[in-house]
């Protein structure tokens, strides 16, 4: 039963030993890509927004396209690749790095949401609007992609308890990266 035992642990080893070894970063990202039948959607997994660049390769085409998207926290977005090739995810990034030493003035003021992305009943970027849950006015910075997947920032006032539309400025998709309090 010794003799049993040790051939036993000998092959796990031996097993394990072959395992293929993942990088500690494959394991840290967040996005990923999902075919269905109305082509492929980047699906975001984590609770925090993304920047993620993907790559399409097509057979015949001299060079790849790359698109950067972001994708704000828990969500899946389409992708406008159509056609055959493969696509793949060159970068997955979060939005914002934190500065490194520096504490916020205040705790509660940084960790404190109160805008809201809502869609309306157009639908696509220009049927959105930014509302403000809160009783004070906020500043937000909204991010627009375009469909070359070009951004653009804009930082938008919104008073307290109240809500606005998002015009769309020739962007198919659009996200909020940060918000604060008015000065």
Do not use: Y
């Amino acid at each position: 039963m010794s003799k049993l035992f040790i051939a036993l642990i000998a092959l796990v080893a031996l097993l394990v030993w072959q395992l293929p070894v993942t990088p500690a970063s494959a394991a840290l990202k967040c996005t990923r890509l999902v075919k269905g039948p109305g082509g492929e959607k980047a699906v975001n997994t984590c609770g925090s927004c993304r920047i993620v660049m993907i790559q399409r390769k097509r057979p015949g085409a001299d060079a790849p396209i790359n698109r950067t998207l972001t994708l704000a926290a828990k969500t899946t977005t389409g992708l406008s690749f159509r056609g055959p090739g493969h696509s793949r995810i060159l970068s997955d990034t979060p939005c914002r790095q934190p500065a490194p030493n520096k504490a916020p003035a205040n705790p509660q003021e940084a960790a404190k949401r109160c805008i809201l992305m809502q869609r309306t009943v157009n639908g696509g970027v220009s049927g959105l609007a930014l509302a403000n849950t809160c009783d004070e006015c906020r500043t937000a910075v909204v991010d627009r992609i375009d469909a070359n997947g070009s951004r653009r920032s804009q930082n938008v006032v919104i008073g307290g308890k109240s809500v606005i539309p998002l015009t769309a400025k020739g962007a198919v998709q659009a996200g909020i990266l940060s918000e604060k309090a008015c000065k």
